[in-house]
Nanobody
Framework: QVQLVESGGGLVQAGGSLRLSCAVSGPTFGRYVMGWFRQAPGGEREFVAAIQWSGGTTYYADSVKGRFTISRDNAKNTVYLQMNSLKPEDTAVYYC??????????????????????WGQGTQVTVSS
């Protein structure tokens, strides 16, 4: 089985930075895309960023493009989300997710929740003004 554990959340002032980490346990074969999603209280879970585990291709939501950077350390089985220039509207629970694919020509849409097979429990990010 695959387990994801997020860390690094906390309280930060607007304009500040946070770095989230997602430790991944379980098999690496077939790991296709790792993603970050977020959900504000009473809101829906929305896409933030994603990265192909092997090739490193990245994807970003327009709302975070230029401010957030997703990266991964293959040796440590860890995904990171560097968040800069944080805004109050970034306040949410941030979730790490993993999309596994064991077929040829994997092409799951990284921005879609349904693409992901495993989810972490989330870490709270609060941005104050």
């Amino acid at each position: 089985q695959v387990q994801l554990v997020e860390s690094g959340g906390g309280l930060v002032q607007a304009g500040g930075s946070l770095r989230l980490s997602c430790a991944v346990s379980g098999p690496t074969f077939g790991r296709y895309v790792m993603g970050w999603f977020r959900q504000a209280p009473g809101g829906e879970r929305e896409f933030v960023a994603a990265i192909q585990w092997s090739g490193g291709t990245t994807y970003y939501a327009d709302s975070v493009k230029g401010r957030f950077t997703i990266s991964r350390d293959n040796a440590k089985n860890t995904v990171y989300l560097q968040m800069n220039s944080l805004k109050p509207e970034d306040t949410a629970v941030y979730y790490c997710a993993a999309d596994y694919c064991l077929a040829y020509g994997c092409n799951s849409a990284p921005e879609k929740l349904i693409s992901y097979d495993y989810w972490g429990q989330g870490t709270q990010v609060t941005v104050s003004s």
